[in-house]
Protein backbone atom coordinates (compact mmCIF):
# COMPACT_ATOMS: atom_id res chain seq x y z
CA UNK A 1 0.00 0.00 0.00
CA UNK A 2 0.90 3.78 -0.26
CA UNK A 3 3.42 4.88 2.22
CA UNK A 4 3.89 8.47 3.75
CA UNK A 5 7.33 9.00 5.05
CA UNK A 6 8.08 11.56 7.41
CA UNK A 7 11.25 13.37 8.96
CA UNK A 8 12.04 13.76 11.81
CA UNK A 9 10.13 11.95 14.12
CA UNK A 10 10.96 13.86 17.35
CA UNK A 11 12.88 17.59 17.50
CA UNK A 12 14.04 19.83 20.27
CA UNK A 13 15.08 22.77 19.63
CA UNK A 14 15.81 26.17 21.74
CA UNK A 15 13.20 29.16 20.87
CA UNK A 16 14.16 31.20 18.21
CA UNK A 17 15.46 28.28 15.93
CA UNK A 18 13.74 27.22 12.51
CA UNK A 19 13.05 23.77 11.85
CA UNK A 20 12.44 21.77 8.87
CA UNK A 21 10.07 18.43 8.40
CA UNK A 22 10.03 16.77 5.50
CA UNK A 23 7.23 14.79 4.13
CA UNK A 24 7.19 12.19 1.14
CA UNK A 25 5.39 9.77 -1.00
CA UNK A 26 7.05 6.59 -1.22
CA UNK A 27 5.08 4.77 -4.25
CA UNK A 28 3.04 6.84 -5.39
CA UNK A 29 2.26 10.93 -6.65
CA UNK A 30 0.96 13.89 -4.60
CA UNK A 31 0.30 16.74 -6.30
CA UNK A 32 -1.61 17.08 -3.21
CA UNK A 33 -0.52 17.14 0.42
CA UNK A 34 -1.45 18.50 4.18
CA UNK A 35 -0.16 19.64 6.93
CA UNK A 36 -1.81 19.28 10.58
CA UNK A 37 -0.76 20.15 14.30
CA UNK A 38 -2.46 18.38 16.93
CA UNK A 39 -1.84 19.72 20.32
CA UNK A 40 -2.59 16.67 23.35
CA UNK A 41 -6.20 15.13 23.69
CA UNK A 42 -7.12 17.80 20.73
CA UNK A 43 -8.71 16.65 17.49
CA UNK A 44 -6.20 16.99 14.34
CA UNK A 45 -6.18 20.75 12.97
CA UNK A 46 -5.24 21.11 9.05
CA UNK A 47 -2.76 24.01 9.63
CA UNK A 48 -2.48 24.18 4.99
CA UNK A 49 -2.66 22.81 2.11
CA UNK A 50 0.27 21.96 0.03
CA UNK A 51 0.16 22.00 -4.00
CA UNK A 52 2.98 21.17 -6.13
CA UNK A 53 4.53 23.30 -8.02
CA UNK A 54 2.10 26.11 -6.76
CA UNK A 55 1.75 28.27 -3.30
CA UNK A 56 0.46 26.29 -0.22
CA UNK A 57 -3.11 27.43 0.82
CA UNK A 58 -3.41 28.50 4.66
CA UNK A 59 -6.43 27.73 7.38
CA UNK A 60 -7.32 30.60 9.05
CA UNK A 61 -5.41 31.18 11.60
CA UNK A 62 -2.25 29.93 10.43
CA UNK A 63 0.35 32.44 9.78
CA UNK A 64 2.20 31.45 6.86
CA UNK A 65 5.33 33.47 7.22
CA UNK A 66 5.58 31.87 10.57
CA UNK A 67 4.70 28.19 8.61
CA UNK A 68 6.96 27.88 5.46
CA UNK A 69 5.35 25.26 3.11
CA UNK A 70 7.35 24.04 -0.28
CA UNK A 71 5.83 21.46 -2.40
CA UNK A 72 8.54 21.31 -5.00
CA UNK A 73 7.94 18.57 -6.30
CA UNK A 74 5.38 15.18 -6.67
CA UNK A 75 6.75 13.49 -3.65
CA UNK A 76 7.98 15.67 -1.32
CA UNK A 77 6.67 18.68 0.67
CA UNK A 78 8.52 20.64 3.10
CA UNK A 79 7.28 22.37 6.61
CA UNK A 80 9.62 24.89 7.91
CA UNK A 81 8.51 26.44 11.74
CA UNK A 82 10.26 29.44 11.39
CA UNK A 83 11.70 31.39 14.45
CA UNK A 84 9.94 28.69 16.60
CA UNK A 85 8.84 29.58 20.39
CA UNK A 86 7.58 26.82 23.14
CA UNK A 87 3.74 27.41 22.23
CA UNK A 88 4.22 25.92 18.43
CA UNK A 89 5.76 23.01 20.87
CA UNK A 90 3.18 20.19 19.16
CA UNK A 91 2.97 17.00 16.87
CA UNK A 92 2.51 18.07 13.87
CA UNK A 93 1.47 15.44 11.02
CA UNK A 94 1.78 15.35 7.35
CA UNK A 95 -0.48 13.42 5.01
CA UNK A 96 -1.00 12.83 1.39
CA UNK A 97 -4.15 11.30 -0.39
CA UNK A 98 -3.59 8.20 -2.91
CA UNK A 99 -6.77 7.91 -5.33
CA UNK A 100 -9.74 8.27 -2.42
CA UNK A 101 -7.70 6.94 0.43
CA UNK A 102 -5.48 9.43 2.76
CA UNK A 103 -2.40 8.29 4.24
CA UNK A 104 -0.68 9.96 7.16
CA UNK A 105 3.20 10.66 7.65
CA UNK A 106 4.31 9.26 10.99
CA UNK A 107 4.28 12.70 12.70
CA UNK A 108 6.75 14.57 13.81
CA UNK A 109 6.91 15.90 17.77
CA UNK A 110 8.28 19.22 18.37
CA UNK A 111 9.37 20.41 21.29
CA UNK A 112 10.31 23.99 21.57
CA UNK A 113 12.54 25.23 24.66
CA UNK B 1 -22.22 23.78 16.28
CA UNK B 2 -19.27 21.53 15.92
CA UNK B 3 -18.39 19.77 12.75
CA UNK B 4 -17.99 16.53 14.00
CA UNK B 5 -18.32 15.97 17.41
CA UNK B 6 -17.49 13.03 19.34
CA UNK B 7 -17.47 11.75 23.10
CA UNK B 8 -13.71 11.96 23.98
CA UNK B 9 -14.67 9.08 26.63
CA UNK B 10 -12.41 7.24 28.12
CA UNK B 11 -14.58 4.20 27.47
CA UNK B 12 -13.28 2.06 29.93
CA UNK B 13 -14.41 -1.71 29.01
CA UNK B 14 -13.15 -5.22 30.30
CA UNK B 15 -11.80 -7.42 27.80
CA UNK B 16 -14.36 -9.33 25.85
CA UNK B 17 -17.35 -6.61 26.01
CA UNK B 18 -18.95 -4.89 23.00
CA UNK B 19 -18.42 -1.40 22.94
CA UNK B 20 -20.01 1.49 20.47
CA UNK B 21 -19.49 4.76 19.80
CA UNK B 22 -21.31 8.00 18.00
CA UNK B 23 -20.26 10.59 16.05
CA UNK B 24 -22.22 13.79 14.82
CA UNK B 25 -21.69 15.42 11.84
CA UNK B 26 -23.14 19.13 11.02
CA UNK B 27 -22.79 19.18 7.43
CA UNK B 28 -25.34 17.39 5.49
CA UNK B 29 -23.86 17.89 2.14
CA UNK B 30 -20.96 15.56 4.01
CA UNK B 31 -19.81 12.65 1.38
CA UNK B 32 -17.79 10.27 2.66
CA UNK B 33 -17.04 8.85 6.52
CA UNK B 34 -14.28 7.35 7.72
CA UNK B 35 -13.58 5.73 11.42
CA UNK B 36 -9.48 6.00 12.20
CA UNK B 37 -7.60 4.72 14.64
CA UNK B 38 -5.08 6.72 16.55
CA UNK B 39 -2.53 5.46 19.22
CA UNK B 40 -0.57 7.92 21.52
CA UNK B 41 2.06 10.10 19.23
CA UNK B 42 1.37 7.64 16.40
CA UNK B 43 0.05 8.99 13.12
CA UNK B 44 -3.60 8.16 12.74
CA UNK B 45 -4.54 4.64 10.71
CA UNK B 46 -7.66 3.75 8.65
CA UNK B 47 -9.24 0.95 10.67
CA UNK B 48 -12.54 1.14 7.89
CA UNK B 49 -15.03 3.87 5.90
CA UNK B 50 -18.58 3.94 6.37
CA UNK B 51 -20.98 2.86 3.64
CA UNK B 52 -24.87 4.05 3.73
CA UNK B 53 -25.67 0.16 3.87
CA UNK B 54 -22.97 -0.44 7.13
CA UNK B 55 -20.25 -2.41 6.48
CA UNK B 56 -18.42 -4.97 8.78
CA UNK B 57 -15.01 -5.75 9.41
CA UNK B 58 -14.44 -9.00 11.37
CA UNK B 59 -14.76 -7.63 14.88
CA UNK B 60 -15.75 -3.81 13.84
CA UNK B 61 -19.07 -2.83 12.23
CA UNK B 62 -20.04 0.51 10.99
CA UNK B 63 -23.05 2.22 10.20
CA UNK B 64 -24.34 6.03 8.77
CA UNK B 65 -27.85 7.42 9.48
CA UNK B 66 -27.80 9.79 7.14
CA UNK B 67 -31.06 11.05 8.56
CA UNK B 68 -29.87 11.93 11.86
CA UNK B 69 -26.28 12.54 10.17
CA UNK B 70 -24.50 10.65 12.66
CA UNK B 71 -22.33 7.60 12.17
CA UNK B 72 -21.38 4.73 14.74
CA UNK B 73 -18.52 2.55 15.51
CA UNK B 74 -19.35 -0.71 17.19
CA UNK B 75 -16.46 -2.89 18.50
CA UNK B 76 -17.45 -6.63 19.44
CA UNK B 77 -15.54 -9.13 21.70
CA UNK B 78 -12.88 -6.28 22.60
CA UNK B 79 -8.94 -7.05 22.64
CA UNK B 80 -6.20 -4.99 25.10
CA UNK B 81 -5.00 -4.39 21.69
CA UNK B 82 -7.71 -2.03 21.03
CA UNK B 83 -7.08 0.54 23.30
CA UNK B 84 -6.94 3.61 20.93
CA UNK B 85 -8.33 6.92 20.15
CA UNK B 86 -11.06 6.53 17.26
CA UNK B 87 -11.38 9.45 15.19
CA UNK B 88 -14.40 10.00 13.40
CA UNK B 89 -13.31 11.55 9.66
CA UNK B 90 -16.22 13.42 7.37
CA UNK B 91 -15.33 14.09 4.02
CA UNK B 92 -17.15 17.33 3.08
CA UNK B 93 -18.34 18.07 -0.30
CA UNK B 94 -15.46 20.05 -1.24
CA UNK B 95 -13.10 17.33 -0.18
CA UNK B 96 -11.85 18.77 2.81
CA UNK B 97 -11.60 15.91 5.99
CA UNK B 98 -13.11 17.23 8.93
CA UNK B 99 -11.81 15.40 12.26
CA UNK B 100 -13.43 14.81 15.24
CA UNK B 101 -11.39 14.97 18.28
CA UNK B 102 -11.65 11.07 18.97
CA UNK B 103 -12.94 8.67 21.11
CA UNK B 104 -10.37 7.16 24.05
CA UNK B 105 -10.92 3.69 24.33
CA UNK B 106 -9.15 1.41 27.35
CA UNK B 107 -9.82 -2.02 27.56
CA UNK B 108 -9.23 -3.75 30.75
CA UNK B 109 -7.76 -7.38 31.37
Known amino acids: GAVVSQHPSRVICKSGTSVKIECRSL??????MFWYRQFPKQSLMLMAT?????????EQGVEKDKFLINHASLTLSTLTVTSAHPEDSSFYIC?????????FGSGTQLSVL | RKEVEQDPGPFNVPEGATVAFNCTYS??????FFWYRQDCRKEPKLLMS???SGNEDGRFTAQLNRASQYISLLIRDSKLSDSATYLCVVNGEDGTLTFGKGTMLLVSP
Open chain 2, 27 to 32: NSASQS
Open chain 2, 50 to 52: VYS
Open chain 1, 50 to 58: SNEGSKATY
Open chain 1, 95 to 103: SARDGSKLF
Open chain 1, 27 to 32: DFQATT
